[in-house]
């Protein structure tokens, strides 16, 4: 299968992918042959795990944040909780509908980006990138700081402790994700389920007791933290209120954007996996609202809300209770594993419309994009230790990006069923990546998704504008900062094909200009023979140039290449003040200015190559250190020859 | 006067060394022309600043380290301090007498290291260099953290800074020697007059008060810090007191290190300004130890016995007392300066004997030894970190090392005048470095070298066992090390030398064997093109080779190579899974397997140059990560071929 056993010019290859086996091997698993990667989508129970720990787990925290915003008006006005959550219930059914059509007309993967670049142009598709991939960093910032604050409810002794335990948890994340997608599926699994168990049966007993009249109020709730002066219930409050709630949707768009990882038939398993999780989410969302409210529980950094009912429900001695503040850390934590999930594949996407740097779009050995997971944990350690791992003060930068991509992506899908409402029955249309097709029932559709964007745009600016002071300006920096970022990177990528491009290039025709080679010599050995070797290879003109720096080394040299030169022409620098690189570069410079038009100059290094990594110290890297100086001056190449030693 | 110019094979030229301009220019000083260098020589006015300001400056700290171990048998015993001292100057004496010698003897520089090996050989060579090299670090940790102890005692306030200030003075002396010696001299004969001014004042007016009797007792000396229980006056006691004297000596061989700097006759010059110093130095020695017993001083971290006996002298608000303060401070910090000017040399010389890393060898393009300087002042930070910049402290890690080389060279002189002493009249033996020629004075001068070197052996003794417990152990462990670092060093020379030696190599007739040559094409671009032209010159066997990540780039590539390909051969190595370097090398791999003997395969890569740094981010450098693979691989060579965007 080699070359050049076939005649025809371009040979076609499927490439075999052996990736090689090092310390990686042992710390992220052995490398996964290429046949193993078909094999490596999931069905709809572990989908559910993988993507929707991230909304699933938000029920640890959408209560306690609703509390938090209400605590202004003082314990009374914890009433409006239940009502609250309601309607948060009410907007999350219209988003899961409005993706749920989405899953369905990008059976390969519809995140809020490719869905505006189809839709509504790349401009949009640019502002819903950098709103997504920010969500995710803060998605892993929010959960593994939710699932710090669990621990800390129950262990209090660790509360100084929590922003390093936080920035571990992230590292560790890092280290499952950097196995890839099936190890982390099934290590995902048994916790998701696990939570959501003690979840339901800490709701149930909660409702069965609060029915029967046996649910008490909290023994000794945390302190009321009230950073402002009581104020009364005004609509700006519930608003407010309403508006940190809604981070129990984040995530929910997830199952879009990860539709390919799923079995086939792949939009149908994702679909439901997808209603599945909407339902599961209202009702444990409402159930934890509910009781909230009904136990008396208080919005608190030192005891989380889920703390309180769960040892409300069972005793803080009982064993479901260290079971249920367990299950929810670790799920909080799994959460962030959407975001490692996601926040690589969608860099990877918007690299390869080159946005992005172009090493983001390639894969490691591991089935998986090993840039973008690093870059998304340095992201969220840092913002996990400055704001030092507190939930209440992360959430204002969290919701605002989500709204916007829900928002993009839904106005998106409303104006595609508008044009596809102008074709005729049968009538299919190829626009970008996706081919529109006659759908009767596009109207319906149609309203759907507009009235999802129109509900999600709405609570965008409500949450834009409650949360502005307390941090949503943060975001509305940031989302710009990185679409100004994404388009120079592009103009870079743009202009450079452009400078490059063959298109009027003249194409002058092969001159068979001069060739120059010079071979540096430090010393003469077997190296240097095998370098001689190469540079008569490359060309009839070869100078060797050997910069003396002591005169006994000088006479060695002059002797040896006597015998071993064969012939080659040998230029000795003398250099007293055992300068090495000026002599050198001034003799290039020499050579250069001389040199005709078509001619290029070759300079061959014979660079040692240690068996021991420590031996490099010991030697200077010339060809190195040529090259910093040389690379910006067309016409020389360099060159260096291995010479190894066993 | 270029090489093809010349019919011979070798070209001898004598290199002009006009060295780059570059921020190295504005932070060092311009570059200093080649012609230069000659004129870089001192003479002995300047010559005295330069090397002696180690010597002198330690009569600063010698008389309070007296002090420091006597406090151990309470303030009685501070009577002993002068005689302690005038034995010390003896010692002084003998050892100047004996290296006055050693310079007339070496005309070229007769450093313990060359002595030794010259006389003793290369093993206790060694020795004396991993001596010289660790004291000369603790040269610089001990000067500048006793210069910030003057500093100290005029402004308590200071006193939590001290790290700090001594780790900022350190780096600012590197900057210093890093601009070259000449303006070095410049700048240190200032301080070192001005310093010597000040204490000749400071003594001499002390001297005087005290003759008439105005000289009174120290006011509110600081409290004596006893470590341990008060004990009586032994003869231990008085041992331990007399070897932390001897750091009065540290430095006296400075000149012997550095005598080719002197103007010619240097040797003679050199011998002068070694007598000069050693008079300047028991003088100022002998007269503060007198008046420090006189005044009633104490030892403290916290004000030194300079700064006591400067204030009884002249009074604390005199300004005589913040000058002769500043005098002193300034001195001891210029101090450094002479390990500055030694360890880089002596480094040149020991890697010259390919006991170091090569490296440190070469010139940079200023005329100094910059890889040395910021070895030295490396190190030196990270003492003064770890001792607090506490000169009690750091003096136990001191003189054993100075007192084993004074040791060494002296016995190494010794043996050289018997070796003499078997010479007859007229004749002359050429022995290493040196030329050894009849002497009628041998036998005194054999004695006098012989003599010295016992005294300097038995202080070592001393200091080892009194010092033993109190950090000397630390050099009786670091010298070891060091020397075998040496050693290692030269194994991995040597070995490498003999493996590529060309004695006995075969020498195969150079066989035109198959030279095949790999073109990596990420797009075809003017790069592409120019690197395919230059892969063409290489050899007729040019296969091109493009891993095909998307499918639509794929046929892009295909669809432009047929046009601009040159009717060279391409390879597409589809890579669905966006892996890059895996089926690259597994393609390598297969070429290599098919390798006939003698056969070359080069992989030629197209390089973009930035012309903004940072543009670097955005490519691959696909060069350096094959480079990575390969190298150990043999029969590989890989070139980059830049292409540079204007």
Not at 37 to 51: D, R, S, Y
Not at 447 to 466: R, S
């Amino acid at each position: 299968m080699l070359p050049e056993d076939h005649p025809s010019p371009i040979i076609h290859r499927k490439a075999e992918q052996r990736p090689p086996r090092d310390w990686r091997t042992w710390l992220f698993g052995p490398p996964l042959r290429t046949a193993d990667a078909p094999h490596q989508t999931i069905g709809k129970f572990i989908g559910l795990a993988v993507f929707a720990s991230d909304a699933l787990s938000s029920t640890a925290y959408a209560s306690q944040e609703i509390l938090f915003i209400l605590a202004a008006a003082g314990s009374a006005a914890f009433g409006y909780v239940f009502p609250i959550s309601l309607v948060i219930v009410g907007l999350l059914a219209i988003v899961a509908l409005s993706y749920e059509q989405t899953i369905h007309a990008y059976p390969d993967g519809g995140g809020s980006y490719i869905v505006s670049r189809d839709n509504l142009g790349q401009s949009f598709a640019l502002v819903a990138g950098a709103a997504l991939l920010t969500d995710y960093i803060l998605t892993v910032a929010v959960s593994i700081s939710s699932g710090v604050a669990q621990i800390v409810s129950a262990f209090p002794q660790l509360f100084e402790y929590r922003v390093l335990l936080a920035v571990g948890f992230v590292w560790f994340m890092t280290l499952i994700n950097l196995r890839g997608v099936k190890e982390s599926g099934a290590i995902f699994a048994v916790p998701t389920y696990f939570f959501l168990a003690t979840m339901f049966i800490t709701v149930g007993s909660g409702l069965y007791k609060y029915l029967t009249g046996a649910l008490g109020q909290v023994i000794d709730p945390p302190e009321i933290e009230v950073t402002q002066t009581l104020v009364t219930v005004t609509p700006f409050l519930l608003l407010h209120a309403f508006s940190s709630g809604t981070a129990a949707l984040t995530g929910i768009e997830a199952i879009s954007d990860g539709i390919t990882a799923f079995k086939e038939p792949r939009s149908r398993n994702a679909g439901i996996t997808l209603i599945w999780m909407a339902s599961i989410l209202s009702t444990l969302f409402l159930g934890i609202s509910f009781l909230t409210g009904k136990i008396g529980a208080t919005p608190s950094e030192v005891e989380t809300v889920i703390s309180q009912l769960s040892r409300t429900v069972f005793g803080r001695e009982s064993a479901w209770y260290l079971l249920g503040i367990s299950a929810t850390t670790v799920i909080l934590i799994m959460a962030a594993n959407t975001a490692f999930a996601d926040f690589p594949r969608l860099s990877s996407i918007v690299a390869r419309d080159r946005f992005l740097p172009r090493q983001l779009f390639l894969r490691s050995g591991r089935l998986v994009f090993s840039y973008g997971i690093v870059t998304l944990a340095l992201v969220a350690s840092l913002l996990i230790v400055v704001f030092q791992a507190s939930v209440n003060r992360l959430i204002p930068l969290y919701a605002v990006g989500v709204f916007m991509s829900f928002t993009l992506s839904q106005a998106g899908m409303a104006r595609r069923w508008r044009k596809i409402g102008h074709l005729r029955p049968g009538e299919t249309l190829k626009e970008r990546g996706s081919t529109l097709k006659h759908d009767p029932k596009w109207a319906v559709k149609m309203v759907i998704n507009g009235f999802g964007a129109l509900c999600t745009f709405v609570v965008m600016l409500i949450f834009a504008a409650t949360k502005f002071v307390h941090g949503a300006w943060v975001v509305l920096i940031l989302i710009p900062t990185v679409v100004a970022f994404f388009l120079i990177v592009n103009r870079h990528y743009t202009t450079l094909a452009r400078r490059l491009s063959l298109e009027n290039f003249p194409g002058q025709p092969l001159r068979p200009g001069r060739h120059r080679v010079l071979l540096l010599v430090s010393t003469v050995h077997r190296g240097t023979w095998q370098a001689l070797n190469y540079a008569r290879r490359l060309s009839e003109d070869v100078t060797a140039v050997h910069v003396g720096l002591e005169p006994e080394e000088v006479e060695k040299v002059r002797q040896k290449w006597q015998i071993w030169g064969e012939g080659v022409r040998l230029v000795i620098l003398e250099s007293p003040y055992r300068l090495l690189m000026e002599p050198l570069l001034n003799y290039i410079e020499e050579v250069l200015t001389l040199q005709e038009p078509g001619e290029t100059l070759t300079i061959v290094v014979p660079q040692f190559v240690p068996s021991k990594k420590w031996h490099e110290l010991l030697h200077t890297n010339t060809a190195d250190a040529l090259r910093e100086r040389l690379l910006s001056r067309p016409g020389i190449v360099i060159t260096e020859v291995p010479y190894q030693v066993p």
